[in-house]
């Protein structure tokens, strides 16, 4: 049966690109943005290995076809076929036979969680590796073993791609993904995911702001984006890295370096706002890529809104990070609180009160029938005065939401039908 609610879109679209070996170049993350291609147009960008991109370098491509270790009677008890968390990320080719006490030193599990398979990569140091299950590791008899990574480390380029809904000013709003781990579902299917259901849902709108999804490798991939992009930050107004969107776990706000950033102040609004468990937490230099976009040459105001934040869940970087542990449910929430965050920043204006010497009448112009359909009437009147008591030129509506202590789009509503009497101009 075809997929019918978003929540089953997205999660549709995590199962299909959860095999692929992703890294940070290579087919993996080519045939990934092939797929986000089917969903939305995305301009594709391929950069040549050696290229300087800020204070990086854009490494060698990786590609490969197949690994695995096999023991005496040729039976593969380590296969990359079946799952591309097996072999370590950016392994160097090898073909070779020995015996298990030479290989232990290439094999990585994780002991805590002995039937998990961890995800392990090795991009700057050239090396190769398996991932397996200490379950299986403590299962092997001593012995030879043929270990082979058929792999190429080559010149080629690094991929990445953009989308962008047109808003009606040039000025932009980025929302970045990355796109360079293999087999995990919510680190960071779950974000691409629901980044893919948010352009679908916000082209539909027909924005005040432009809106540039930026599908990249972490790190290389933002940092060349920066350095592709010079000309343009200036025209960033705001941003937000998306990652681990679909766990169970209640959403996580994490401020941009500014802390003040409109972002910041729209997330916070629309998350105390709607009642649901949150959690807000103050910039660090470290976690997805808001540390790129926020260094303090390009200080944009970018946050990153997840579920259970990076490292913060015991399946973070393993086997258990598969299609099952992310829900419709929780991308479904993951995109709402998305959807209502970018609502306030398109909507977010300064107004001037035309009419500021005492109170004018609502009742003459026809404002108070207005309310008479709304359940929220009470609310809306409160937002009118309010509205009309702080458009001074000073506070925008967002200010008048958070001072109000009102739901930003009541405010934003009962700013329109000001202007709409004529006693409000933006
Ligand atoms: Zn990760």
Redesign the pocket.
Known sequence: MAPVTPGEEMHALVERLYPLCRSITGDGLRATLEIIGEHLPLEVHEVPTGTPVLDWTIPQEWNIRDAYVADASGRRVVDFAASSLHVLGYSVPVAATMPLSELRPHLHTLPEHPSWVPYRTSYYTPTWGFCLAQETLDALPEGEYEVRVDSTLEDGHLTYAEHVVPGRVEEEVIVSCHVC?PS?AN??LAGVAVAVQLARALAAERPYYTYRFVFAP?TIGAITWLARNAERIDRVRHGLVLACAGDPGQLTYKRSRRGDAGIDRALRHVLLASGRPHRITEFTPYGYDERQYCSPGFDLGVGSLSRTP?AGYPE??TSADNPGFVSPEAMEDTLAVCREAFAVLDRDRIYLNLSPYGEPQLGRRGLYDSLGGRSDAKEAQMAMLWVLSLSDGEHSLLDVAERAGLPFGTVADAAEALCDAGLLKA
Do not use: E
């Open positions: 781990h995990l680190d960071n972490g990076y973070y970087h």
